[in-house]
């Protein structure tokens, strides 16, 4: 068992019941085979537990846990409300005591605890964001896209999309309440959408879906309690000749930390960087087209030798050999139907 992956991904449910699909992963080949399916309504985003035993989800009612099984299949272990509308992202802290769940329509944070088992118990904390955007189309109000953990467990990060900047919360880890100790501005109309740490925890980048550019921070903590965010690079996650309209989705580290990945909606591509690990700077490898329609999700497989995008508004997954080296992308395999992906994660089976 040892090496062996299974990936799931997260899908709209409007005209199907299985909003979470189960491949094994053929590594060699760069394919998927279909292994299964939950039965989960919109399942629009979903993340593993720092254990790696659990894997959470949203759904229209709010959350729900499930148990992994040594072969990857999914077990339903706990559901609960978040006392507000569907999420949209959700994560859990270090020590996976705590579950955090953006709300994309309400502009909201939710704080929910998690016993010994993994299992959601309830809510902690609700926090409300409140201001008026800069992006028309989004009706100048905030959207929280995003809630991830400092790796150091002591700040929660809430991208907010239409208020252009990232909340930061200190975490009290006996009661679960947020508390808010500063705000990393964004350009206005960039709209913050996705972000990741680096593997030692040093730079965070920020994904921009309506300037389609990541920003890049440096992170470090000036004295207990004050976390000090530096811009040290911005970089763009198209070519200079691209399709108008576009808008980057989400954000991928591949498993070492090399690479960093992104896609674009509506020039519907991929972009590949070189992560620096000493300066935490992105240098671009490639930005190459996906065979599919609007990528809400692109993904290296764990060995970095091949990649999936998940294509939503044609429905399907496609699966290219990637050569870093000389820059490309290659078919390598028939294109999988699948209804509305949005979200995927690779799972070691044994871990």
Avoid: W
Avoid at 195 to 217: A, Q, W
Avoid at 321 to 327: I, V
């Amino acid at each position: 068992m040892a090496g062996k992956y299974v990936a799931y991904v997260s899908c709209y449910t409007t005209t199907q019941k299985d909003g979470i699909k189960i491949f094994d992963v053929d590594e060699k080949n760069g394919k998927f085979i279909s292994k299964g399916e939950v039965a989960i309504s919109n399942s629009s985003y979903i993340t593993l537990s720092h254990s790696r035993k659990m894997l959470y989800s949203i759904t229209d009612f709010g959350v729900e846990s499930y148990f992994i099984g040594k072969d990857g299949s999914l077990e339903l272990t706990s559901a609960a409300a978040i006392n507000g509308m569907r999420g949209c992202y959700l994560s859990t802290d270090y020590e996976d005591k705590f579950l955090f769940v953006a709300g994309y329509h309400d502009g909201k944070i939710t704080v929910l605890n998690l016993d010994k088992d993994g299992k959601i118990i309830g809510i902690t904390d609700e926090i409300y964001h409140k201001g008026i955007g800069s992006i028309a189309d989004r009706s100048f109000r905030p959207h929280v896209n995003c809630v991830k953990m400092t790796r150091d467990n002591k700040y929660l990060l809430a991208a907010d999309l239409g208020l252009d900047h990232i909340k930061v919360y200190s975490l009290n880890h006996n009661t679960g309440k947020l508390k808010m100790v500063d705000i990393i501005h964004s350009e206005q109309y960039s709209g913050p959408r996705h972000m990741k740490l680096s593997k030692d925890g040093k730079y965070l980048y920020i994904v921009h879906e309506v300037k389609n550019n990541i920003d890049v921070y440096e992170y470090n903590e000036k004295s207990e309690g004050d976390p000090e965010f530096n811009k040290i690079q911005t970089i763009s996650t198209l070519n200079d000749y691209h399709a108008g309209d576009s808008a980057a989705s989400a954000l991928k580290l591949s498993m070492d930390g090399k690479y960093l990945i992104s896609s674009n909606a509506g020039d519907n591509s991929v972009i590949a960087y070189n992560v620096d690990k000493k300066t935490g700077e992105l240098s671009k490898i490639m930005c190459l087209p996906i065979s599919g329609s609007y990528p809400k999700d692109a993904a290296l497989f764990p060995d970095n030798k091949h990649l999936v995008s998940l294509n939503h508004e044609n429905d399907t997954m496609t699966f290219f050999t990637t050569d870093f080296q000389n820059g490309t992308l290659v078919m390598n395999t028939k294109e999988i139907s699948i209804q509305k992906p949005n979200c995927i994660i690779f799972k070691k089976l044994g871990e």
